[in-house]
């Protein structure tokens, strides 16, 4: 079997979190789950370096991080969905070159419906959207071209 895609996940809920992570598995590997758009700030450029934050502000994910092992798209839910241009912009501006991380982000389409937040319904609808959408981007050849792109899921 090959290796797992390797990604960070932001979102609000540890309980959606978990069903998301445990949804992708096996061919993607959730290595940090990030519950705040501060502790995004923080943590998704030393990850996209290799490096594992200090302090996490989650407790899921595998930690599995390195600089062989480093993540190729960063997941964001809804509710980092107002302040998303914000969040990125001050990401990667920690990033010299002009393709900054190199991180695909994936945000979450607002205008698309979806189940109740929370709900068991919602969880799969995600995980659904997250996995058509990431198979779209590895298709095009964007996922780990060190591109730093965003895409709507």
Sequence with gaps: ???PIRLIVCGARESIGAGVIAGLKPEYEVVQ??????????????????????????????GNISEDRRPVAVITGGAYSEGFDELRAKVE??????EGSGLVWLKHDG???APVPGTPEYG???IDRTREALGSVEKKGV???????????
């Design 111 to 113: 205008s698309k419906p």
């Design 1 to 3: 079997m090959a290796e």
């Design 33 to 62: 789950f990030i519950l705040t758009p501060e502790a995004a700030i923080s943590e998704i450029p030393l990850i996209a370096r290799g490096q594992k934050p200090a302090t996490s502000s989650s407790s899921i994910g595998t």
């Design 124 to 126: 799969k609808v995600i």
């Design 143 to 153: 996922l780990g071209s060190g591109k730093s792109e965003v895409h709507l899921y």
């Design 93 to 98: 501006g920690q990033f010299d070159g002009p």
